[in-house]
């Protein structure tokens, strides 16, 4: 105790200027986390000491920033920038890999010359992408909050970096493979191609700074691999591109040393988490036939062959559209996505006030909550699916794109349009700042006042207030639009969880409780099964009307006319294994 004490004189002693250097050294010393030694001693007037931009040990407090503002010239306030904790350990952490990222906005040129800089040195390609992926973060943090740069900026980029990462991920695993397994050949002894799909903002090219990837892996023809150089360890196609994706998955989602370049999420491909990891072509298409579901339609919209670059650049990738286009735009007025509508978005609610249930912190989600990024989305999507079947001019990708051609096409006025673009991009931009504080993927607003401020005055607000109007001004048009496009009609008092709401749809579960032990025990292991999950909407709703009508029968007084089973439950259970089986 007494070192400490006497540690804590020594920084007191130096010149306010001189204090967070000394820190740094004692650190060293101590072989600690120059922050967290900071942080730990509480050392008046270590976190308010200038310290060059950009070096290695920046660490500057919002209190500096806001003291600094009214009384420095532009040239001597501090970077916005680097009140991020995030900005902060990379400044420390990469240092020495700052420079390799030309400057400038970062672009995939930009990412490559780095990437090729971190091998030259010696870094493997899983360790190369994400210090690529550390250096683009900074850059982004920097040019969005000192430079106010727009929204495109920060989405190209890390679309950019996520289709780069991918394309060198699936280049190397297939190398990999091929050297021990040989190249895998369709029936026609071409190539067999691996495609990933980006689904939902990747497809769209809308990435936030911390987005997960949903992504969908296909390839392009069923057979076999050649084998190696004495044709030997021939594989399957299928079982050669399952383990490219696992390798992939490897190179890009992996946690390390160096953290992560993409949190990846297969959820979305055919049959959920059930389903294999890659799936071909045609079952791709015969899926769409048999099992696609309504709620899918929206999230197949945005899709698009991310990579390999070869493959979309070739136009091979094209014939992705053939199978996805007739599934999700219908010839005639498609209604029926309403309903599906209404039930997703009202599971999205329902889901994010159970996540803040006890975490009053996470109720003010810029995402999920009431008139949020995903409500001006579900307002624009729907709009698409339901009439691109006759505008082919709606099937775009981009949100802001989306709402100026269903302008143009008198399905929206033009002054809604333009609204609903101004409330995407803002809350987009407070979504990035977010997100900038510790790299976590969330969206709801922080509860400390210096973090709040700080996403208030990288916005252009002089203090929270104002900020916090302009964002209540713009959830409550959208919450308005989304409501009257889906037919609500009663005003909304703050507490709504949508307009009109949905009744849930009816599950087999529900069932439960009124079927005999042995005819409930069967239909509750059949709610498990991942064939259940996939079952359209439609189909479930007639399963579990027949099931009801069963149990019904089961519950009626034993008779002797003719045709009746002496014993029913038995009958019934017989019938379950057939239907099931079938």
Known sequence: ????RQRQMCIRDRPRSQRAVTAVILSRREGEDAVSFIEDRAVPGIMTATIGAGSAETSTSLNQLSATASTSPDADKPALSSYSRFVQRLRRRYAGELALLPEGEPRRASMTQAYEALRARGDGVGDALRIVRQLVMERLVTLDCDRQAPLAVVTTAVTELAEFALDTACREACAELDAAHGAPLGADGQRSQLWIVGMGKLGARELNVSSDIDLIYLYDQDGDTTGDPQGRGKLANQEY??????RIYA????????????????????????GPPVVSLDALEEYFQVQGREWERFAWMKSRVV??????????????????????????LDYSVFDSLRVLHRQIREQSARRSAGR???ANDVKLSRGGIREIEFTVQLLQVVRGGQFPELRTRPTLDALQRLARAGLMPQETADTLAAAYE??????HRIQYLDDQQTHALPVADEDLRWIAQTLGYADCCPFLAQLDTHREFVAQEFD???GGDKPCNGKCSGARKAAAPAELSDLLDELPPAFAERIKDWCETPRMMALRDETRARLRQLVQRTGQWLREPDSDGQGQTTHPVEAALRWACLLYTS
Do not use: M
């Open 241 to 246: 591109f399952a383990r490219a994706v696992k």
């Open 360 to 362: 009053p912190e996470r």
């Open 1 to 4: 105790k007494e070192y400490r």
């Open 251 to 274: 190179l890009v989602g992996d946690t390390t040393e160096h953290g992560f370049v993409f949190r990846v999420d297969l959820a979305l491909r055919p049959n959920g988490n059930s």
């Open 426 to 431: 803002f809350l987009r931009r407070v979504e």
């Open 484 to 486: 009257k496009l889906l």
């Open 307 to 332: 990579a390999p670059t070869e493959v979309v650049a070739q136009g091979q990738a094209q014939g992705l559209r053939g199978a996805v286009l007739p599934f999700v735009f219908r010839r005639y």
